[in-house]
T-cell receptor
Framework: DAGVTQSPTHLIKTRGQQVTLRCSPI?????VSWYQQVLGQGPQFIFQ???????GRGNFPDRFSARQFPNYSSELNVNALLLGDSALYLC????????????????FGPGTRLTVT | QKEVEQDPGPLSVPEGAIVSLNCTYS??????FMWYRQYSRKGPELLMY????GNKEDGRFTAQVDKSSKYISLFIRDSQPSDSATYLC??????????FGQGTRLTINP
């Protein structure tokens, strides 16, 4: 079975530009979460989408937005890029809205590495 | 103050050593406690999770939770070079959000 896939793998953008990152969850998973991982830090929660609705939002500015499509894939958009947005963006999918271990486990994709110059 | 504190290391030990990784947390509302392993240029993968205080063992890995002290640990016995990775502790808030520690970079030397 395919795991969580993300595209693109790497991306270089200039300050002020906009970027769209894409995620395809594991087949059958309806929940997609986005995390930002700055170099040397742990991942930070950005959004959770479940059944195409936003279910949770982290402490990120409105420049960050996301959506989930009927096939449960998701896009993360970041507008007006800043140097500080350079990070690994991780997508995680799970079968249910509630996450934990076991049946509620969240599976992470390999991430998209965004560099803002 | 961060909700989850984790010593970033780096930590370097010889093959076969016992490794101890630790995190402290401040939010009593945290429920599940998880340990993730992240290899370079990969996403985190779940190693172990536990809900209650006490020990949980899985092969060479033991997770320990002390809710009274707000302290969790991961022990790796008979460490192998393939265990070299960044280890992240994480806790679940509100059943939907993972709160991660900074991660400890571990190297096992052959």
């Amino acid at each position: 079975d395919a795991g969580v896939t993300q595209s693109p793998t790497h991306l270089i953008k200039t300050r002020g530009q906009q970027v769209t990152l894409r995620c395809s969850p594991i087949s059958g998973h309806k929940s997609v979460s986005w995390y930002q991982q700055v170099l040397g830090q742990g991942p930070q929660f950005i959004f959770q989408y479940y059944e195409k609705e936003e279910r949770g939002r982290g402490n990120f500015p409105d420049r960050f937005s996301a959506r989930q499509f009927p096939n449960y894939s998701s896009e993360l958009n970041v507008n007006a890029l800043l140097l500080g947005d350079s990070a690994l963006y991780l997508c995680a999918s799970s079968p249910r809205m509630k996450i934990a271990g076991g049946l509620y486990e969240q599976y992470f994709g390999p991430g998209t590495r965004l560099t803002v110059t | 103050q961060k909700e989850v504190e984790q010593d970033p290391g780096p930590l370097s030990v010889p093959e076969g050593a016992i490794v101890s990784l630790n995190c402290t947390y401040s939010n009593s509302a945290f429920q599940y406690f998880m340990w993730y392993r992240q290899y370079s240029r990969k996403g985190p993968e779940l190693l172990m999770y536990t809900y209650s205080s006490g020990n949980k063992e899985d092969g060479r890995f033991t997770a320990q939770v002390d809710k009274s002290s707000k302290y969790i640990s991961l022990f790796i016995r008979d460490s192998q070079p393939s265990d070299s990775a960044t280890y992240l502790c994480a806790m679940i808030q509100g059943a939907q959000k993972l709160v991660f520690g900074q991660g400890t970079r571990l190297t096992i030397n052959p």
